[in-house]
């Protein structure tokens, strides 16, 4: 049996998972992202950790297939790491570094494709020979993955779903610097904002009104409850979400669409939202997309990590 380390680096934790070849996990364990000092801590403190679960498990060195590691931030495909700024690393060779320190064969990546990779590989797009996985939280993120492949573009942009266009009255500024991204209207923060607007203009009742800190999910709760505005308003966003995934649909087209992301939590009401939505703007040649719910939550990042190395 050979074995091999999947690495999913966020701005708070890193998540580290030992799997079998098959892609069983055997093992996983979580520290924390010591940012400090450019980051300098963090490679050292993963090398270290990978180190302890060989011991832990017995396992040599020369089974080890290598570590597939995923970083919130772009990353080329022989591993130069260009600015990665919630960790503070500046440009460097990632799998030059994470090498000298645990003489293992790396390969490294985008968190967003990585997490595409596993819902494609164990997840939500399993059996699917082609995926578009759409991270829906406090942003819209998401990444393409076509047999098998990474679509990550010239530029390491492909799969940035969420700086998609849509015919939004107001045509917000996004953080990126255009106008009327998608983000702006179907994130967790977007649609939060989309009801606190509705609710200072319009004098419909909601259970929603003169609640505090009014989060997505309440506006999920109080539709499948069946408050009228709460309904409205998510139809609205939808209507969004489905405007950008036919977009991205007629470039790319997938077999299937993988919908994750603190929001994706809504379940089905999201799902069939979306898909309705989705059917009034997609290209003809579209209709038989699939869409269906991520499957491996938070540990989607460390199994596309893994199966990096089988790229």
Request: hydrophobic share 40%.
């Amino acid at each position: 049996m050979n074995y091999g380390f999947g690495v999913d680096v966020g701005g708070t934790t890193v998540k580290i998972g030992l799997f079998e070849e098959t892609g069983r996990i055997l093992d996983r364990c979580e520290i924390p992202t010591r940012t400090e000092n450019g980051g300098e801590k963090i490679l050292p403190d993963i090398a270290s950790t990978i180190q302890a679960l060989l011991e832990k498990h017995g396992i040599d060195r020369n089974a080890v297939l290598g570590i597939g590691i995923g970083v919130p931030g772009p990353v080329s495909d022989d591993g130069l790491v260009n600015r990665c700024v919630n960790l503070n690393w500046g440009v460097f060779h990632l799998h030059e570094a994470l090498h000298a320190l645990t003489g293992l064969r790396i390969k490294a990546g985008n968190d967003a494709n990585c997490a595409a990779l596993g819902e494609y590989w164990m997840g939500g797009g399993m059996g699917s020979k082609s995926t578009l996985f759409v991270t829906i939280g406090t942003g819209i993120g998401g990444g393409v993955i076509i047999d098998g492949k990474i679509l990550g573009g010239a530029h390491g942009v492909g799969g940035e779903v969420g700086h998609i266009t849509v015919t939004a009255p107001d045509k917000l500024p996004c953080t990126c610097g255009k106008f009327g991204c998608v983000e702006q209207y179907a994130s967790a923060n977007g649609i939060v904002r989309i009801t606190k607007d509705r609710l200072a203009k319009e004098s419909a009742p909601s259970v929603l009104r003169g609640k505090d800190a009014l989060t997505c999910k309440d506006v999920f709760d109080a539709a499948k409850q069946g408050d009228a505005f709460a309904v409205q308003t998510l139809e609205q966003v939808f209507d969004y979400l489905g405007e950008a995934l036919a977009s991205a649909c007629c470039m790319v087209d997938p077999e299937r669409v993988v919908l994750g992301g603190g929001v994706s939590k809504a379940g089905d009401y999201l799902l069939q939202g979306v898909k309705t939505h989705f059917n009034r703007y997609m290209f003809h040649a579209c209709k038989d997309t699939q869409f269906s719910l991520a499957k491996l939550g938070n540990d989607a990042g460390m199994y596309g990590a893994f199966r990096l190395l089988s790229e």
